[in-house]
């Protein structure tokens, strides 16, 4: 039977790439359609070879979990272009402005959106976890030692973070090829922009490197546009070995959990995304969503913000008319601290855990949580599950023990790739809606590319 599984899921997959191939080279449709394709056929071919609603058994002898070094090389090649990309263009980006004045209005509007939807983002996360309350009656009882000595080890790994003034230290590079080599994303946009300065300050004598680092920017932005056209296969193969080894199922167990998470990531996606496209930018909501379309898909089906980078410079600068400069600034930064769906899931969860445990919390505790969760989610690194490890820092300040702590991350664990695929794509949307509210300000933002690319 399993051999017969094997065979009927390599057919489907063969037969869907085919007809993904026929979809690009005869009817020329566009790459976002064909993500689509490839993430809902990608799901569905993961759960009926999969184990269904409850997932496989057996991860190894899971049938769609076969193809997954399909959907392995393809996050390969995107992570390969981040440290290209965002050195080439920031520093592009720097050298095209003129004007290194300019830098710090950019720097400052992006900064200071970043701060009011991440503010925006932990309310959401507080009002839903209060009104969900889907840690009432939840059965601690019921975490298996094993679990909690698995989340105990990789907390163990993670809490050698260290604190806030030694990460600003470590934002300036000691060594900036180091930098580049270790993919240290800060350090990177620290460098490239202090580079381009020197470039700009340079003068004439500077024109040549100038001149270079543009066709630079140029080419590793052809090269991203061919890594995109594999997206669809790529995000096929991910979205099938996801949803085969973790199963529908998944979203049942910790339903309030999972139901109050979506609502709360959509109601913020609309509203809040919704205000700066429509209300401040002016423009269609829907173009936005249907112009990072792929980069959407992409955070979906990797639950990394990093991965995503180069497929959000690319759709925010080729779909949205956002120019590089603004994209290839604001969109590394944004990755790398602005994680709005990062912020509202630490929000429920911190409420999740002092329901499960039946710890009160009064309205200075709300604001306590809302300031560390803001802080936490600047520090969470843009790759899987990074935020569910740093809960416990967020837990710590309503008094919940490290014990506690352990148990609680230990009962979320399993289901947390579902919840992750969806924080992320709100956190990739977020960068994108600064980016283009950032670009509008600073008169970077070709409004008929907006609305042209997206209506074909
Ligand atoms: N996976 C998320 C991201 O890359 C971070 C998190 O765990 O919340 O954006």
Redesign the pocket.
Known sequence: MSNLALWGYWFTTFALFAVLFIMWRRLKMKLWARVLVGLVFGGIAGFIFGGGVAGCADQVACVPASSKFIGDMFVRLIRMLVVPLIFTTLVAGVISMGDPKRLGSLGGRALGLYAITSFMAVTVGLVFGTLFRPGNGMDLSKVSSGAVENVKSQLDIASGASSLTDRLVAIIPENPVAALANTDVLSIIFWAIIFGVGVLMSGEVGKPIARLMGSAAEAVLKVTEIVMELAPYGVYALIAWVISTQGLGILTNLGMLALACFLAFLIHALLVYGSIIKGIVLLPVLRFYEGIVDANAVAFST????ATLPVTIANVSDNLGVKKVVAGSVLPLGATIN?D??AI?LGIITLFASQALGIPMGFADYILVAITVTLASVG?A???????LLAATVFNVIGISAEQSVIIIALIFPFDRIL?MM??TV?VSGDAAVAVAVANWEGSLDRDIFIAKSVQ
Request: no cysteine.
């Open positions: 639950a990394s913000s990093n994680m769906g990062t899931y969470t843009g790759i899987p599950s990074a935020s569910l992750d924080r992320t956190n």
